[in-house]
């Protein structure tokens, strides 16, 4: 079969305009970039507040292997499948970052015939967004330090500064940096670092705010640095909300594309979700909910860690109802979760399967958790065999959910027709009852014990005394009240990455808490998680050049 990348170059994609005539979108609204993407304008987005939303349907996962599970694709094929069987249906996806497309993945548009096109275009460049999220963000940084070096009239404590500086591309030397080196005419050496430009509170902010004006405010109360009587200094303080919301003002309009079977999609945003929120813009979200009646998102690796910040921050913080849930498994992840090494996938284990399924089990109750129904999506690889298959439906059969064979990645919509009648039953049935895991009054620990006892299964959650001392502060000083953001590996429901499965009784060490007063979430850093990942031995970069005729090899 023809690779990824051939797929989608062979694809016939229609004008943008076409997509958007679809959706009743008039070609004025759409701000074209190129014939095949446009973003959707904010005068058009804000007439659209008195339409009835559609139904939300979440795409998650188990925990992630080296073997795959396939969510974004899922997500494609479940978005083409409900268009195939006569549903009006689009899905919402986040922007790839370059960092894992130049490091693990080469590429997160989905795949094989369940793809959103111009696949090169989203997965590099695209419409510039990250771009301005990173020039945002680092113009706070000039600022910042700008202000110290011409007289610091605001009384920065130099050594409070917690705003770092952040890049879209995976690189562990810049982690801890000392900046303002080489004279006076440099300004005041001092610590810094860098994350990746997901990891950004501006990433989150963007993610979270429904228009212009809530973006601004939410730029504007950005701490970034703290006096020497604690005294919290804001992005406002420094008169640079204005100017971030003006490098930002494009990227906050939802980029649209479509898939390979020409269905509409929007593709915005992209909080990574093992160190931020994981999931895609609330703009686009609401925006596809008042365009047609069904909207297919999905949220960063399993549902430990994007499933839950969807639920507990971005629905709850948006005031979104998910009707449905898909939970994307693969025979070959949960073979590994049993016990098989990456080698030995494609033999025929049965046993292995069986033991697997618990970690899958484990994500069905933390979803049956928020009250919203769910359907387990087998996504189908050559390798699997019936017996296989049918150990997973008997096992999920128990717990009273149904596992369906999906094909999508080899038969497009024809692929996930089954899998689309039986999740648009469950978003037609009425029956999801969703609430948040956790009540917005509870202490921040409390918060963080609820999420770790809860849905990891830990036993306790291990904290030095000077992170609970500045949980406390925060709550004296009106922050109690925000959700947390759980930063942890997304292999395990522990801290352990190694530990696969579904282990119990472990602890959950948080070594670090970080205030995003802005996007309205605490930020629990958990184990050896980090906010700047590094590459690996052998990168996805050494692999992706132009051939003699000009075209990309090695996205994938």
Same mark, same amino acid.
């Given at each position: ?369 928020? #009250?919203?129904?769910? &359907? /387990? %999506? @087998? ?10 298959? *049918?150990?997973?439906? =008997? ?122 007063? #802005?996007?309205?979430? &605490? /930020? %629990? @850093? ?10 690996? *031995?052998?990168?996805? =970069? ?15």
């Amino acid at each position: 079969m023809a690779s990824d990348i051939e797929i989608a170059r062979a694809a016939r994609m229609k004008p943008i305009s076409e997509i958007g005539a679809r959706l009743d979108i008039p070609e004025g609204a759409l701000l074209p970039y190129g014939r095949t993407k446009a973003k959707i304008s904010a005068d058009f987005i804000a007439r659209l507040n008195g339409r009835k939303d559609g139904k939300l349907i979440l795409v998650t996962a188990i925990n992630p292997t080296p073997a795959g599970e396939g969510k974004t694709t899922t997500t494609v094929g479940l978005g083409d499948g409900l268009n195939r069987i006569g549903r009006n249906a689009m899905i919402c996806l986040r922007e790839p970052s370059l960092g894992p497309c130049f490091g693990m993945k080469g590429g997160a548009a989905g795949g094989g015939h369940a793809q959103v096109v111009p696949m090169e275009d989203i997965n590099l460049h695209f419409t510039g967004d990250f771009h301005a999220i990173t020039s945002a963000h680092n113009l706070l940084a000039a600022l910042i330090e700008n202000h110290i070096y011409w007289g610091n009239d605001l009384g920065i404590d130099q050594r409070r500064v917690t705003w770092r500086r952040v890049l879209d591309m995976n690189d562990r030397a810049l982690r801890s940096i000392v900046c303002s080196l080489g004279g006076v005419a440099n300004g005041f050496p001092r610590e810094a670092g860098f994350d990746i430009t997901v990891a950004s509170e501006i990433m989150a902010i963007l993610c979270l705010a429904d228009s212009l004006e809530d973006l601004q405010q939410r730029l504007g109360n950005i701490i970034v640095a703290y006096r020497r009587d604690h005294s919290a200094i804001t992005a406002r303080d420094l008169e640079a909300d204005g100017a971030m919301t003006v490098l930002l003002k494009e990227a906050m309009q939802p980029n649209l594309v479509q898939t390979l079977e020409n269905n509409p999609a929007f593709v915005h945003g992209g909080p990574f979700a093992n160190i931020a929120h994981g999931c895609n813009s609330v703009i686009a979200t609401k925006t596809a909910l008042k365009l047609t009646d069904y909207v297919v998102t999905e949220a960063g690796f399993g549902a430990d860690l994007g499933a839950e910040k969807f639920f507990d921050i971005k629905c709850r913080k948006a005031g979104l109802h998910p009707d449905a849930v898909v939970i994307v498994a693969t025979i070959r992840a949960l073979k590994m979760n049993g016990g098989v090494a990456k080698d030995d996938l494609g033999t025929e284990n049965v046993d292995a399967v069986t033991k697997g399924c618990a970690n899958l089990g484990r994500h069905i109750e933390n979803v049956k958790q928020f #009250g919203v129904p769910a &359907v /387990v %999506a @087998i996504n189908h690889f050559t390798s699997d065999t019936e017996a296989e298959v *049918r150990a997973v439906q =008997a096992y999920c059969a128990e717990l009273g959910v149904d596992a369906i064979l999906a094909t999508h990645w080899a038969d497009g919509s024809k692929g996930t027709e089954t899998l689309a009648i039986r999740v648009a039953e469950l978003a037609d049935s009425g029956v999801s009852q969703f609430a948040p895991l956790y009540e917005d009054g509870l202490p921040l620990f409390e918060k963080i014990e609820t999420v770790a006892k809860r849905i990891y299964r830990a036993n306790e959650v291990l904290a030095d005394k000077s992170v609970r001392d500045q949980l406390r502060r925060w709550e004296a000083d009106g922050f109690g009240n925000l959700p947390v953001c759980m930063a942890k590996t997304q292999y395990s429901f522990s801290t352990d990455p190694n530990l696969r499965g579904a282990p119990t009784g472990h602890s959950v060490p948080v070594r670090e808490v970080r205030l995003s007063a #802005g996007a309205g979430f &605490v /930020v %629990a @850093i958990c184990g050896e998680i980090m906010t700047m990942p590094g590459l690996p *031995r052998v990168p996805s =970069a050494n692999h992706i050049r132009l051939d003699e005729s000009g075209q990309i090899e090695g996205l994938f």
